[in-house]
T-cell receptor, first 112, second 114 residues
Framework: GQQLNQSPQSMFIQEGEDVSMNCTSS?????WLWYKQDPGEGPVLLIA?????ELTSNGRLTAQFGITRKDSFLNISASIPSDVGIYFC????????????FGKGTRLHILP | EPEVTQTPSHQVTQMGQEVILRCVPI?????FYWYRQILGQKVEFLVS????????KSEIFDDQFSVERPDGSNFTLKIRSTKLEDSAMYFC????????????FGPGTRLTVL
């Protein structure tokens, strides 16, 4: 089946730094999604991307849908303590099915 | 803001026992999903449900699993005879129109099989 490779697996950064994480797929997606999961909670949608090349922002978060439809990145600017958590990229493929395929996640740690 | 709710938050059961995980999707949503997340791993799709029938299921969703919408508000996942490897977080999600509509996730039920 389709695989999503998400990197890095974990990151340790200083508060105030910018963060970048990315995702690549073995095949084309028609929708890319970025979710954040806090401990003991369900994934919460941060940004949804629907068109190749699309660049979308949500506050300090920016994500892009790669031109090839096989990759996406998420940037977080000026990180703050509440950014700590696991960030998952996810996608939907070109078929009619609407299931979401998730990456393995990037665990973000912020040092004081 | 409306949200997906799930009960219980934590379920502990003995291997071989049946469990039913409950979800109340957002009230005007029509498409429902179950996902699971084994500790420390990625979220995996189990099943999608629309118009009182399964739309799609993954290879994880074998004969031990079943879903039901017993009334107008609840959406349940039943595991008939639990195995140790069923221990995971189970997330329910719902959308209004399916397709590319945003899927809203519940807080999850942590299932522990002893």
């Amino acid at each position: 089946g389709q695989q999503l490779n998400q990197s890095p697996q974990s990151m340790f950064i200083q508060e105030g730094e910018d963060v970048s994480m990315n995702c690549t797929s073995s095949s084309i997606f028609n929708t890319w999604l970025w979710y954040k999961q806090d401990p003991g909670e369900g994934p919460v949608l941060l940004i949804a991307l629907y068109k190749a090349g699309e660049l979308t922002s949500n506050g300090r978060l920016t994500a892009q849908f790669g031109i090839t439809r096989k990759d996406s990145f998420l940037n977080i600017s000026a990180s703050i303590p509440s950014d700590v958590g696991i960030y998952f990229c996810a996608g939907r493929n070109m078929n009619r099915d609407d299931k979401i395929i998730f990456g393995k996640g990037t665990r973000l740690h912020i040092l004081p | 803001e409306p949200e997906v709710t799930q009960t219980p938050s934590h379920q502990v059961t003995q291997m071989g026992q049946e469990v039913i995980l409950r979800c109340v999707p957002i009230s005007n949503h029509l498409y429902f999903y179950w996902y699971r997340q084994i500790l420390g791993q990625k979220v995996e799709f189990l099943v999608s449900f629309y118009n009182n029938e399964i739309s799609e299921k993954s290879e994880i969703f074998d004969d031990q699993f079943s879903v039901e919408r017993p009334d107008g508000s609840n959406f349940t996942l039943k595991i008939r005879s639990t195995k140790l490897e069923d221990s995971a977080m189970y997330f329910c999600a719902s959308t209004r129109r399916g397709g590319t509509d945003t899927q809203y996730f519940g807080p999850g039920t942590r299932l522990t099989v002893l």
